[in-house]
């Protein structure tokens, strides 16, 4: 998915609204296989998430306290959806 195709989704008191009244925390964030990156200081740094995929292994640990925005690939609406049943 290119770049510019990704919603981004302001982090408001460590939560971001996943869908339409379905807040999740950044912490869920990382474990999420939509999540791509996430802006800190204002400039976006790939996800945790991606170390997990095959395309992606060189994702950096982020400090979840300082994530002001999540780059997320969720177009149709799935939500928050676990890694750990892909990789488990």
Known sequence: MPED???VLEVK???VSCLPGKDETVEHCRFCVHSRYFRV???F???PAL???LRHRDADEVDMRTVE???CGDKR???YRSMMS???
């Open 77 to 79: 609406g799935e939500g």
């Open 5 to 7: 195709e990704y919603r």
């Open 86 to 88: 892909i990789i488990g």
């Open 13 to 15: 008191h460590g939560k």
């Open 69 to 71: 925005a999540v780059k």
């Open 45 to 47: 740094v790939k996800s």
């Open 41 to 43: 200081k204002g400039v």
């Open 51 to 53: 170390a997990f995929c």
